[in-house]
């Protein structure tokens, strides 16, 4: 306690910003993970297997040339979606499980703890594209003719994949049928992004001259759109 | 009371009147597009119902008000049969006209994805037990799904355009014909009357069932 | 101040409200400091809580953990001030260990740890004294007294002698 100008007693001033209270939740998440690897695991392997699975019953060759473009970017992010879908909601289901959400509560900001968990699962997704994309490009020779448009859009993708869901996850820690609600739930928001994304894909593994990326503004606006409104409505559901 | 008879005299003029008193529209094998009388406002009234829900839920979230919640609920269990509706009536007319049930032209890829929304609200409303909380979370997650579908409607199009271009044809306007015309929205505001009579139903049962609940609690 | 009453009869509950924790079915939280009123989104700066249902992170050190609190409530976080504290509830020999290594009264002593932080003017403390020792219950007594010249505390207990600490006792159970 200190006395302030005016003479009165205060408690110590708040001396940090959303942005720090943010970052320290995400290191402490990132710490967390980094002992006992519970999200990164369960995301991998669902991953891996699922990857393997694809290879090996369709291959590099089993589906015709003019159709790989297409296909192959479907088969990219149903991977990466239903990778995403069973282990990002574990940032705030762990928290319910081990009792620290209370204490959290009584700490934190509400936006803090929303920016918190989502700079995790950003984390996580990038680990995950890191991981699988590039295998996905070997194990299937899928040829990319416009990569730097590629990368754009699996960034922009994995970046709306993380917005459109950590709310969601927030919704689902305290309810009673999680892992199978967390899909439902995440699913019907996540479409537009989606389709705009394997459409982009594809449009990149044919090639395009021209430097017109309409699908990553796409996947960006979502992002920025899905921030806002999130940011907007946590703090109702994390107050209930 | 009144308003339930001329609604229901409204509807069956409307019906009779779809077969017999408007031709059928060119361009159109047979007489398919007579399903399009009652397809179309069944569309209209389950995007109008989620409107609606979405809405009356942002309102609930800002004043705390269940009634609010009362209309959020209804207009979203409505909205869902209305969507099951037009889905089942547009398969049947896309069989007639194109030859199978489902090809997933714009149209019902829209209302497929309304369905899921609807759906995922039911989800939600249903796994959680305290009411406060279930009000607030679907009342949030129908506000983030209205936020999705301004993206839905730009993005949808231009995906299965390419896809599958000669699916575009469009029967969202049955020709201009002029009896057409005074059926077809005839039929709108039949249906529209017919979703806000069991509107002010399904308010009235849930008043009662918060109601009788209290009053359980005062016991 | 106490809260006392049978279990079941709402004591931690009722603490949980006035913290924030959840929402009363009826009626509302007023808090003032100096006269003026706290809006509910910065209670969490006024308030620490100790009780049985919370926990802290298990897969972090107890210096950790203090340092993450530290930081997440925008309190101006030196190693030394966490530190201190440690000390002053007993806990520098295991700072380091992990939580989950700790035992339910070192936990205890963490929890009276993390509640001090921030130097709340109001203290909540919900059977403060539960898994602790002889020398754990002095540093209860010791932070309760001391609480005194910074402002107010809420036990919640059923023992006599933590109800006996306080200057006003309120029995949910009649």
Not at chain 1, 106 to 118: C, D, E, M, T
Request: charged share 15%.
């Amino acid at each position: 306690m200190h006395q302030t100008k005016n003479g009165r007693w205060g408690t110590q001033a708040r001396s940090s910003t959303y942005l720090n209270e943010a970052v320290a939740i995400w290191l402490r998440d990132l710490r967390s993970e980094f002992r006992t690897r519970y999200a990164l695991n369960a995301i991998l392997m669902f991953a891996v297997t699922t990857l393997i699975a694809v290879s090996f019953s369709i291959g590099s060759f089993r589906i015709e040339e003019a159709e790989r473009p297409f296909l192959f970017s479907v088969l990219l992010w149903i991977i990466l979606t239903f990778s995403a879908l069973s282990g990002l909601a574990r940032s705030f289901v762990k928290e319910e499980e081990a009792g620290t959400i209370d204490v959290l509560k009584l700490s934190a900001r509400p936006q803090a703890v929303f920016l918190g968990k989502l700079f995790f699962n950003l984390t996580l997704l990038g680990a995950l594209e890191l991981i699988i994309v590039p295998s996905f490009i070997l194990l299937m020779s899928y040829q990319i003719n416009s990569p730097g448009f590629f990368i754009a859009i699996i960034i922009s993708g994995g970046l709306g994949l993380g917005a459109g869901t950590t709310i969601i996850a927030a919704m689902i820690a305290r309810a009673s049928t999680r892992g199978a609600l967390f899909s439902a739930l995440s699913l019907p928001l996540l479409l537009p992004l989606m389709i705009t994304c394997i459409k982009g894909c594809e449009r990149a593994a044919i090639g395009m001259n021209n430097a017109d990326w309409p699908e990553v503004k796409v996947a960006v606006a979502y992002f920025i759109i899905m921030i806002t409104m999130s940011l907007l409505l946590f703090p109702l559901i994390w107050e209930e | 009371m009144i308003c339930k008879i001329l609604l229901t005299i409204w509807m069956a003029v409307i019906i009779v009147a779809s077969f017999l008193y408007a031709g059928a529209a060119a361009g159109f094998p047979g007489e398919t597009s007579r399903i399009l009388f009652f397809h179309v406002p069944q569309a209209w009234i389950a995007t109008l119902a989620f409107l609606i829900s979405m809405i009356a839920s942002a309102v609930y979230l800002a004043k705390r008000r269940v009634k609010a919640d009362y209309l959020a609920q209804s207009a979203a269990e409505l909205g869902f049969l209305f969507c099951v509706l037009a889905t089942i009536t547009g398969s049947v007319f896309a069989k007639a006209t194109w030859g199978a049930f489902w090809n997933w032209d714009p149209r019902q890829t829209s209302i497929v994805i309304l369905l899921m929304i609807y759906g995922a609200y039911f989800a939600i409303r249903s796994a959680v037990s305290d009411p406060d909380r279930r009000r607030v979370f679907a009342g949030v997650y129908s506000i983030l799904a209205f936020v999705t579908v301004p993206f839905l409607v730009f993005v949808v199009p231009r995906i299965t355009t390419s896809l599958h271009p000669e699916n575009t044809m469009n029967p969202a306007s049955p020709g201009m014909d002029p009896k057409t015309l005074k059926v077809f929205l005839g039929s709108l505001f039949a249906y529209t009357g017919l979703f806000v009579w069991m509107l002010r139903l399904k308010i009235r049962v849930l008043r009662i069932e918060g109601l009788r609940n209290l009053g359980i609690e005062e016991l | 101040m106490a809260v006392a009453g049978w279990n079941g009869s709402g004591k931690s509950t009722l603490l949980r409200i006035i913290a924030g924790l959840v929402k009363p079915s009826a009626g509302q939280v007023e808090m003032f400091f100096n006269k003026e009123p706290i809006p509910r989104e910065s209670r969490r700066g006024f308030v620490g809580m100790v009780a049985p249902a919370l926990s802290l992170y298990d897969e972090l050190t107890g210096l950790e953990n203090m340092e993450f609190f530290c930081r997440v409530r925008g309190v101006a976080c030196h190693r030394n001030n966490c530190l201190d504290i440690i000390d002053r509830v007993g806990l520098t020999e295991h700072a380091t260990k992990m939580c989950r290594d700790y035992s339910s009264g070192l936990k205890q002593r963490l929890k009276l740890a993390q509640a001090l932080l921030h130097k709340p003017p109001l203290l909540l403390l919900d059977e403060p004294g539960c898994n602790l020792d002889s020398q754990g219950i002095k540093v209860v007594e010791e932070i309760i007294s001391n609480q005194r010249q910074l402002g107010m505390t809420v036990i919640a207990s059923n023992e006599k002698r933590e109800v006996g600490y306080a200057g006003k006792v309120v029995n949910l159970s009649e």
